[in-house]
């Protein structure tokens, strides 16, 4: 799987967004440590009306999908059915992410000339 910059999976979250799926939440690229200090990063979402933090991670491998991460929680969260409801759009819209998020991946590099 080619190297995905945090500049680069910037790019596909605003394209993803320019799409207009439902997003009540936050959706943004935070920074992580990659092999040999490489300039990788992960998707976050913070869902409304939920202290839950989610992860969106790039796959490891060429066979690999991309992954999502419930952040555990120390305590119990107790919502309206409107709550629920809303965070079951945002979860949907979650998956679509993560789908786009796949898709650009598996998609060949443009070819630029040098």
Known sequence: MAFRSISTLQAWV?????????????IRVIPQDGDAGADTGLVAM???DSPTEIYLEPPHSEEA??????????????LRASAV???????????ALCAFLQQKSEAPEPWHEG
Do not use: D, H
């Open 85 to 95: 409801k809303g965070i079951a759009s945002e979860m949907a819209t979650l998956s």
């Open 14 to 26: 605003e394209e993803f967004e320019k799409l207009g799926y439902p997003v009540g939440g936050v």
């Open 46 to 48: 913070r869902v409304m």
């Open 65 to 78: 999908e991309w992954t999502i991460t419930f952040e555990p929680r120390m305590e119990q969260v107790t």
